[in-house]
């Protein structure tokens, strides 16, 4: 058993101080940019269906709903930042702006995502981490990975998810991000409590999508609102999947995060797909919790020229590396 690594340790009181330092314009930045992408993307498909051929608006849909399928994710990260209190410096920010702007949009509460997330950081790769399930039974076969990853892309995860997540909202199945699913009792209720239960649990969920669908109808093309849940329901989960594997997947079980999270070099595609905001810096991140995602990769520069982390791999290799099960082990 590994010694846990601690920051203090490493870096020098001041050194904390200036890593930890929060900006609202920063945090500004991240979400307006997110939702300027969104708004350009949107408005090119509303232009490509008028003014280009089949094929050619087929290609700019397909682009299109890989970009969006993107910021989605980065929804998602921009409230797991929130909930660790460091994409604004303002609390308000962290707690209100960014449940409204970020995470009811894709179906999110972070007031339930918070806890859920900072039991994850505490009890990383343990018995008792949330997020074991994520990357369960890894490393696999080269076709099983594949099997997993088409049944992303091809929307099987992401209806799968809706159905989970409605029944979550009507108080039959206990919260949760993974597929680790547990039954409510259901002792006493009656069919009306469970649309009044999911319209009360679901309802920023409802409002802000109700905004959205608006907004393209008021735009004469209601159709794009077709496009955000088509990204919903097919990339998003395949994104969420490849995110989740990089981070903590084929490590060892310890509570040194140095040997237990892995943090992974991120081009402009995996970016904009799968590394958001600089959530591939995901040693320093749990090394170092207070740090805001602008600040990451000054982090890793210093621990990289201290010796303390190695080369980061590509997605590419790391995705390699998960799938070298011999084929004659898969079930």
């Not at 802000?208 to 088509?230: D, K, M, P, R």
């Amino acid at each position: 058993m590994h010694n846990k690594t601690k920051i203090s340790d490493i870096l020098s009181r001041d050194e904390i101080k200036s890593f930890s330092e929060r900006s609202d314009c920063w945090g500004a930045w991240a979400v307006g940019s997110t939702w300027g992408v969104l708004a350009l993307t949107f408005m090119g498909l509303a232009w490509a269906r008028e003014l280009l051929p089949w094929w050619g608006f087929s290609l700019a849909l397909i682009a299109g709903v890989v970009i969006i399928a993107g910021r989605q994710l980065c929804f998602g990260i921009l409230q797991h930042d929130a909930a660790h209190g460091t994409l604004f410096k303002t609390k308000w920010c962290n707690d209100v702006l960014v449940d409204w702007l970020c995470a009811r949009p894709i179906w999110n509460v972070l007031r339930k995502y918070r806890p859920y997330h900072l039991t994850h950081h505490a009890k990383t790769s343990t018995v008792d981490d949330p997020d074991l399930r994520l990357v369960a039974g890894l490393p696999t076969t080269r076709r099983s990975l594949m099997r997993k990853c088409l049944r992303d892309l091809s929307g099987v995860t992401g209806l799968k998810f809706l159905v989970g997540r409605l029944l979550m909202d009507a108080g039959v199945l206990q919260w949760s991000l993974t597929s680790d699913i547990r039954r409510l009792p259901q002792e006493g209720r009656h069919w009306w409590d469970y649309p009044r239960t999911f319209f009360r649990n679901a309802s920023g969920m409802l409002l802000t999508n109700g905004l959205l669908f608006a907004a393209f109808w008021i735009s004469g093309n209601t159709w794009l609102y077709g496009v955000w849940v088509l990204a919903y329901i097919a990339p998003f989960p395949l994104f969420i999947r490849i995110r989740s594997m990089a981070e903590h997947a084929c490590l060892e079980s310890s509570p040194d995060v140095l040997r237990s999270t892995r943090t992974t070099q991120a081009g402009l595609i995996a970016r904009a797909c799968v590394a958001p905001i600089r959530v591939n810096f995901h040693i320093e991140h749990h090394l170092m919790a207070s740090v805001p995602y602008f600040r990451l990769p000054q982090l890793h520069a210093l621990l990289r020229d201290r010796g303390i982390v190695p080369k980061p791999p590509t997605y590419l290799q790391v995705l390699r590396q998960l799938s070298v099960r011999a084929q004659k082990t898969d079930r």
